[in-house]
T-cell receptor
Framework: SQTIHQWPATLVQPVGSPLSLECTVE??????LYWYRQAAGRGLQLLFY??????ISSEVPQNLSASRPQDRQFILSSKKLLLSDSGFYLC?????????????FGPGTRLTVL | TQLLEQSPQFLSIQEGENLTVYCNSS?????LQWYRQEPGEGPVLLVT?????EVKKLKRLTFQFGDARKDSSLHITAAQPGDTGLYLC?????????????FGTGTSLTVIP
């Protein structure tokens, strides 16, 4: 069975500090990987997605970046955090299995920027 | 532009009541997914509907996909406090660079004991 891990679960960082959130998937090969951000009680905003190693598509201009150094590893980074970067960050994976294109989510990381 | 609009945005009901949540779009989707999310956790997939007019049941939850595959509904019978959470619909938009998924605006449900 497939599992997805995210860490850390919670993070409190000062403004201007760097960020690195990690996501790994087990039990599947060549998944599509995604980073979302979610404001409290709201829908999901797609930040980045990747269809393969080194292939990153950015959906929203921001001071965040993503990398995929390995097939099942997806990293979200920032060189200098802003207050507006606070939120709940979710990693997800999917495989193309038409028509059942489904996404599966990790447990999330709660980021608070002070 | 929000591709998937959910209504209502907030819903607070008494235990035992019935409710329906709607997910509407002007676009056609190959499938639609429904997720439930509890506070501090990731969304959990409940169901995927793929055929226009399809109805799927998951215990007290009934999901329907519109005939034109542009909308879907989630009906909960005799709601329980354990149904409390954020309900999200989502639809994949295939592109030549891989799958992207558009999510609805969310419906926050509170079931009061």
């Amino acid at each position: 069975s497939q599992t997805i891990h995210q860490w850390p679960a919670t993070l409190v960082q000062p403004v201007g500090s760097p960020l690195s959130l990690e996501c790994t998937v087990e039990g599947t090969s060549n998944p599509n990987l995604y980073w979302y951000r979610q404001a409290a009680g709201r829908g999901l905003q797609l930040l980045f997605y990747s269809v393969g190693i080194g292939q990153i598509s950015s959906e929203v201009p921001q001071n965040l970046s993503a990398s995929r150094p390995q097939d099942r590893q997806f990293i979200l980074s920032s060189k200098k955090l802003l207050l507006s970067d606070s939120g709940f960050y979710l990693c997800a994976w999917s495989v193309e299995f038409l028509p059942y294109n489904e996404q599966f989510f990790g447990p999330g990381t709660r980021l608070t920027v002070l | 532009t929000q591709l998937l609009e959910q209504s209502p945005q907030f819903l607070s009901i008494q235990e035992g009541e019935n409710l329906t949540v709607y997910c509407n779009s002007s676009s056609v989707f190959s499938s639609l997914q429904w997720y439930r999310q509890e506070p501090g956790e990731g969304p959990v997939l409940l169901v995927t509907v793929v055929t226009g007019g399809e109805v799927k049941k998951l215990k007290r939850l009934t999901f329907q996909f519109g005939d034109a595959r542009k909308d879907s509904s989630l009906h909960i019978t005799a709601a329980q406090p354990g149904d409390t959470g954020l309900y999200l619909c989502a639809g994949p938009v295939n592109s030549n660079t891989g799958n992207q998924f558009y999510f609805g605006t969310g419906t926050s449900l509170t079931v009061i004991p």
